[in-house]
Nanobody, 126 residues
Framework: QVQLAESGGGLVQAGGSLRLSCVFS????????MGWFRQAPGKEREFVAV????????YYADSVKGRFTISRENAKNTVHLQMNSLRPEDTAVYYC???????????????????WGRGTQVTVSS
């Protein structure tokens, strides 16, 4: 059974940075593309970023492009989301998710993802 555990959320001022991590267990990590999604209060969950199983391909939502970076360490079964220049509108619960498609192609729809973490809260104050 795959399990995903996010960490690294917290409270930060606008313009600050946070690094989220997600540890994967239960299957072969490098067989999965990994995505980050977020859900703000009163809004639907939305795509943030995705990385292929090898780490060679990434894709970002327009709202975070140039500010966020997704990366993975396959030897540590971990995916990261480095978030810089944070804005109050980035406030949300952030979820990592695993897609057995490996990322060929990279997929943005949450229905494509097989496993989900429980989320970590990110709050950006103005």
């Amino acid at each position: 059974q795959v399990q995903l555990a996010e960490s690294g959320g917290g409270l930060v001022q606008a313009g600050g940075s946070l690094r989220l991590s997600c540890v994967f267990s239960g299957r072969t990590f490098n067989s999965y593309a990994m995505g980050w999604f977020r859900q703000a209060p009163g809004k639907e969950r939305e795509f943030v970023a995705v990385i292929s199983s090898s780490g060679g391909n990434t894709y970002y939502a327009d709202s975070v492009k140039g500010r966020f970076t997704i990366s993975r360490e396959n030897a540590k079964n971990t995916v990261h989301l480095q978030m810089n220049s944070l804005r109050p509108e980035d406030t949300a619960v952030y979820y990592c998710a695993a897609d057995a498609n490996r990322g060929f192609p990279l997929r943005l729809g949450e229905k494509n993802y097989d496993y989900w973490g429980r989320g970590t809260q990110v709050t950006v104050s103005s």
